[in-house]
């Protein structure tokens, strides 16, 4: 993580380093106010929630509660985690690498 990144999980998220469990860079990249191109999503999560952040010119942070992504799972047709039954986060299918989904979801305690 970049120190943006960083100061943006510690500012708007309330977490220091030492709270994080896990944290994964997907291949998902967002709009975050770049011109010519996105930047990447990470999947952070603590005891708790589970964390989606992106910064660059704008920030995007959301966080979730573990208990409301139980059912979450891989996908491997598509590459995609999808995190259910959660409607509220703007990027519910993220793509990862199966080994990165399967620490998520271990984070999770969907499996």
């Not at 590459?79 to 793509?95: A, H, Q, S, W």
Request: proline residues 4%.
């Amino acid at each position: 993580m970049t120190e943006l990144e960083k100061r943006l999980l510690a500012t708007e998220g309330g977490i220091g380093p030492d709270d994080l469990r896990l944290c994964v860079l997907s291949r998902l990249r967002v709009d975050t106010g770049r011109w010519w191109r996105r930047s990447p999503l990470w999947v952070c999560a603590t005891e708790s929630h589970l964390i989606l952040l992106a910064v660059s010119r704008r920030k995007y942070i959301e966080q979730v509660a573990l208990a409301d992504c139980q059912a979450s799972r891989y996908c491997a047709e598509s590459g995609e985690l999808i995190l259910e039954p959660v409607e509220t986060l703007r990027f519910n299918r993220i793509r990862m690498t199966p080994s990165d989904a399967l620490d998520v979801l271990r984070a999770i305690g969907s499996i």
